[in-house]
């Protein structure tokens, strides 16, 4: 129960012009089995004009709604704004596409208070069964499935690399003590919170109950944009946020790679032409996978797009084709551990 008449749970909940998803997603709020007593929703609406403004301001419900108006600064700003106004012990994050299911606040309460150690705890963001994805953000759902079956049966342990703010949990002072999120960064922010996260000490564990669907929505050239930026920031968190293992993990990762996209990437990346072509050549393979029901060639086609984004994001960042060939043809890397991190 809260203690003088604060919340044990903050949920903080940004939005950007998603007022339908949104009235969908606070009513699963409202149902939610933990005492709605203890939990305040604070919304964000991050540069809305669709109208949630005006919903949020006078809409009538059970919840201790809190609503922030703020101009678009992009979601880690947003998240931000939510944390300095929470007043929970536990900080809760849900997009504003991710519904929860009813037992959603209570699994993830019940394993913090379950715990001694210091936790950060991911829900999965399964697909919803009255939904269709497009073919790229499939894909994308089908690769998250493939790390919650991985985790969930230990062949590996959470890491930040999984730390995903549509569905997770922590101690909101431990938000304070590392500052919150970084505003600089538009994508992998949260991945990036997670690095300094583990940095105190904090252990990440994936709880497979704490179910949210995600209603997952965007653009084909939207989802062009997220490997790329990915690939950037990989470098970035290695060169200049003490993650100094992680470009050789990606290095490593890339020799287990298929060997197809190992022999793409190496011919393609830094040079536009042939990264173009590729792309168009990929692109026409999913959608003709599509059209005559070829699953597996929509998936493979797919998964090459994606690769070949991230690593010529990496090459990108690192300054061109030989400075990203050199990394790979480099000594093998050391395996992760926490232990390699430096602050």
């Known amino acids: 129960m809260s203690i003088n008449n604060r919340p044990t749970i903050s949920v903080i909940l940004p939005t950007y ?180 996260l583990e940095q105190q000490g904090l252990r990440f564990v994936f709880h497979p109950e704490a179910i949210g669907y995600h209603y997952a929505e965007r653009s084909f050239r939207s989802w062009l944009d997220i490997p790329y930026v990915y690939g950037r920031n990989d470098v970035v968190f290695t060169q200049s946020r003490g993650q100094s293992w992680l470009l050789p993990t990606v290095m490593r990762e890339f020799h287990q790679r298929n060997r197809l996209i190992r022999r793409m990437v190496r011919v393609c990346v830094g040079r536009a032409p042939l990264t173009a072509g590729a792309l168009a050549a990929l692109r026409l393979a999913a959608m003709t996978g599509n059209r005559v029901g070829q699953a597996r060639l929509s998936q493979m086609a797919h998964s090459g797009i994606f690769n070949l984004r991230y690593y010529q994001g990496i090459t990108d960042e690192l300054g061109g084709r030989s400075a990203f060939l050199q990394q790979v043809d480099g000594p093998p890397p050391a395996p992760y551990s926490p232990d390699n991190v430096t602050i």
């Not at 059970?62 to 929470?86: E, F, K, M």
């Open 17 to 196: 012009n998603r007022l339908n998803r949104l009235k969908q997603v606070l009513t699963a709020l409202e149902n939610q089995s933990y005492p709605l007593e203890d939990v305040e929703v604070i919304v964000v609406a991050d540069g809305c004009h669709d109208g949630t403004v005006e919903y949020l301001h006078t809409l009538k419900t059970p919840l201790r709604l809190r609503v922030d108006v703020s101009v678009n600064q992009g979601v880690a700003a947003a998240r931000n704004r939510g944390i300095n106004q929470a007043t929970g012990e536990l900080v809760v994050f849900i997009d504003d596409d991710v519904l929860p299911t009813p037992t959603l606040l209570a699994e993830h309460q019940r394993v913090h208070a379950d715990s001694s150690a210091e936790l950060v705890v991911l829900g999965p963001m399964l697909n919803p069964p009255d939904f269709r994805l497009s073919s790229w953000v499939a894909w994308e759902q089908a690769m998250l499935m493939k790390q919650y079956t991985d985790m969930q049966a230990g062949h590996w342990q959470p890491t930040p690399r999984q730390f995903y703010t549509g569905n997770a949990s922590l101690a909101r002072r431990h938000l304070l003590a590392v500052g919150g999120f970084d505003e600089t960064f538009r994508r992998a922010e949260d991945v990036e919170l997670a690095y300094r």
